[in-house]
């Protein structure tokens, strides 16, 4: 691993070059010190001064080889709400485009929690600046990402809730917006705020899994280079890559925890020139290693929902261990990375994929209406979001911060979702308890196990009082069905 380069104007400005050699790189240093003057003395709660942000999320767009413009506009994002400039002044400056592109951020607001009806009022201003201008949301999301790698700053409380919701609402959208490398920074470092234990048990699952198997793939992705080259196809890539934590632990959880039956912890990416090549390495494939039953999936001439496209195989490797591949084209796989963003993406070549037909904006509205239709899991959300908080503690002396009204339900699923599974009963201050016991402050709470219990009682639903429990209640209920039913799943999906 190499260590991050210091982000700096002169780096922003390198990266952006490279991708983009028309770009008016002036203009880009000139947004730079705009905002750098602008945001002069405000320090993050990290203690550094407060242009480390916008520059940040700058980059993290940059890395993404998105529009020089949206670039400019992400430095410029938070300046008229937090300093004495004005998006007067912005579109003086940079023109109406910029200032409109800020404009859009600036009226969604920065992270507020005061209340469920704001918190509504804050997802529906995000859905209306969406429809207005996708490219906000991009830059949504690059300010979200940053303000994920520095909540160790903020207090416990609020890390929990700007996580939660980043988990809950921002992935959920970039997924439907087919940005799956965006989705995945979302997912994972929100993860480790909010289900906690379950991120370092998956982290080491994921770890022993991959134990050893580097010199395993490079052989693999070898003989597949040696194999197209006989059949004249000269792969643009081909790499392996890792599935993402939280991604895994979804994954996880529908397979009863059998990191076996989870094929694609690995998947072999092969990136060709064009869909003929793609249906013609699938076949070499084949002919190398025996596939696997039922396992191939054409996204190609069936795209997902949201968009994507690719074929999927599962073969039997060396020794009968799964290798799972997905074959597809560079504007496929442009695709899959940076879904609605990629219209706005520039290539190896430095030129930006044809605009196609755009048909996210219906589904926009249709996810809009699902999410403020879905009131009861806002209702538990509050609960989550808003209540006053108590500190009950596990007979070690670990402490939990649960809202007021918790249940020793609520106690066992915020351990981890396996103590909340096989729960039989709790004791609290070494009395025993109902399961549907209100905790205190201060309460020393111990759950009894059966280990042999698989499933939790449906009533459970009725005693868990936090979001968290009645997720996992509600996955353990239905886990052979589709499975992991955070609320905005359900209303994806929902037919
Ligand atoms: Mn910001």
């Known amino acids: 691993m190499s260590i991050k380069k210091k982000q700096t104007i002169e780096?922003?400005?390198?990266?952006?070059?490279?991708?983009?050699?028309?770009?008016?790189?002036?203009?880009?240093?000139?947004?730079?010190?705009?905002?750098?003057?602008?945001?002069?003395?405000?320090?993050?709660?990290?203690?550094?001064?407060?242009?480390?942000?916008?520059?940040?999320?700058?980059?993290?767009?940059?890395?993404?080889?998105?529009?020089?413009?949206?670039?400019?506009?992400?430095l410029l994002h938070d300046v008229p709400e937090d300093t004495r400039k004005t998006l007067e002044d912005i579109e003086k400056n940079f023109g109406s485009e910029i200032a409109s592109m800020v404009r859009g951020i600036t009226k969604l607001g920065k992270l507020k929690y005061r209340g469920v009806e704001r918190y509504i009022e804050n997802l529906r201003k995000m859905f209306v600046a969406m429809a207005e201008d996708v490219r906000v949301m991009i830059i949504k999301f690059a300010d979200r990402i940053h303000n994920l790698t520095t909540l160790d700053a903020l207090p416990p409380q609020k890390r929990y809730r700007i996580a939660l919701e980043s988990l809950e609402i921002y992935a959920p959208i970039a997924n439907r917006l087919g940005m799956d490398d965006i989705k995945g920074q979302l997912e994972d470092l929100s993860f480790k705020f909010v289900y906690p234990k379950e991120y370092e048990r998956v982290q080491k699952?994921?770890?022993?899994?991959?134990?050893?198997?580097?010199?395993?793939?490079?052989?693999?992705?070898?003989?597949v280079e040696t194999e197209l080259k006989k059949a004249h196809i000269s792969?643009?890539?081909?790499?392996?890559?890792?599935?993402?934590?939280?991604?895994?632990?979804?994954?996880?959880?529908?397979?009863?925890?059998?990191?076996?039956?989870?094929?694609?912890?690995?998947?072999?990416?092969?990136?060709?020139?064009n869909v003929a090549e793609c249906y013609a390495t699938l076949g070499i494939l084949h002919n190398i290693w025996k596939p696997y039953k039922g396992r191939i999936k054409d996204y190609i001439s069936q795209p997902k929902p949201n968009g994507y496209q690719s074929l999927h195989t599962t073969v039997f490797g060396e020794a009968g261990e799964p290798i799972e591949f997905q074959i597809r084209t560079l504007e496929m796989h442009q695709n899959a990375e940076y879904g609605i963003a990629s219209h706005w993406h520039y290539d190896e070549k430095g030129s930006r994929m044809p605009k196609k037909e755009i048909k996210w904006a219906k589904e926009l509205a249709e996810i809009q209406k699902d999410i403020l239709n879905k009131l009861s899991d806002l209702e538990e959300m509050k609960v989550d979001f808003l209540q006053s908080r108590i500190f009950v503690f596990t007979p070690k002396g670990d402490v939990l911060d649960l809202p007021e009204g918790a249940t020793p339900i609520d106690f066992a699923y915020h351990i981890h979702s396996e103590v909340g599974n096989k729960c039989t009963g709790a004791m609290v201050n070494e009395k025993n308890v109902s399961l549907d016991t209100e905790l205190k402050n201060g309460d020393?709470?111990?759950?009894?196990?059966?280990?042999?219990?698989?499933?939790?009682?449906?009533?459970?639903?009725?005693?868990?009082?936090t979001h968290t429990a009645k997720v996992h209640i509600r996955n353990s209920l239905k886990k052979d069905k589709l499975g992991f039913s955070r609320f905005f799943n359900i209303l994806s999906k929902k037919q």
């Open 444 to 465: 020393i709470v111990e759950i009894r196990l059966d280990k042999n219990k698989k499933c939790p009682s449906p009533d459970w639903l009725d005693i868990a009082k």
């Open 235 to 273: 792969p643009v890539q081909i790499y392996g890559r890792n599935k993402k934590l939280f991604s895994l632990y979804q994954k996880l959880l529908r397979k009863n925890n059998e990191i076996n039956h989870v094929y694609d912890v690995v998947a072999v990416r092969v990136i060709v020139q």
């Open 11 to 74: 780096s922003l400005i390198e990266k952006i070059h490279v991708y983009d050699p028309k770009a008016d790189l002036d203009m880009i240093r000139l947004a730079y010190d705009f905002a750098d003057d602008a945001h002069q003395g405000q320090v993050r709660k990290t203690g550094e001064p407060y242009i480390i942000h916008p520059l940040a999320a700058a980059h993290i767009l940059a890395d993404m080889q998105i529009d020089p413009v949206i670039v400019m506009a992400t």
């Open 205 to 223: 699952v994921l770890e022993e899994k991959l134990q050893g198997k580097e010199r395993y793939y490079k052989g693999v992705i070898q003989t």
